[in-house]
């Protein structure tokens, strides 16, 4: 998953706040779309990847309240901030790398603090919390 950035302007005349503003609902209509995409599904579903935004903005609650938990939501989890990464010379300060599943539970989420892209990866261990298959004999 890749979301929207938040500061891509969509009009020249956007201001830095209308641009936050537009993208914010960008990011709650893009996931929509997959809770759209997924709702009928039956196996368990993992959405992972840069959702450029925070753990309380509208997208991802919009995907918590469609039954996806969030691996460093997890209070035994050992997430910290994803951006800017390693590439970059500040420090990470936001968290807007995440790991979504559904059908499945999360037993170890965290971010590893290596690499050499713009953000820190998170990491995860899931474990399926649906029966398994019988095969009919």
């Known amino acids: 998953v890749h ?7 969509h ?8 641009a936050l503003e537009k993208n914010a609902a960008v ?4 996931a929509q779309t997959l809770v759209s995409r997924f709702e009928k599904t039956e196996r368990p579903v993992v959405l992972l990847g840069d959702f450029n ?3 309380n903005g509208e997208g991802l609650r919009a995907l918590e309240a469609a039954g996806f ?11 910290s901030p994803t951006f800017p990464g390693p590439v970059i010379a500040w420090p990470a300060v936001f968290s807007i790398d ?8 999360f037993t170890e989420a ?4 290596s690499g050499g892209s713009d953000h820190y990866p998170v990491t995860a261990r ?5 029966p398994a298959a019988t095969t009919a004999k």
């Open 27 to 30: 990011r709650k209509k893009q």
């Open 98 to 105: 995440h790991v979504f599943a559904r059908g499945m539970a």
């Open 11 to 18: 009009k020249k005349s956007d201001t830095f706040f209308d």
């Open 69 to 79: 938990t969030r691996g460093c939501g997890l209070s035994k989890s050992s997430c």
């Open 3 to 9: 979301l929207m950035p938040p500061v891509g302007k």
């Open 53 to 55: 935004e925070e753990p």
């Open 110 to 113: 965290k971010t590893v603090r």
């Open 126 to 130: 899931l474990v399926s919390n649906q």
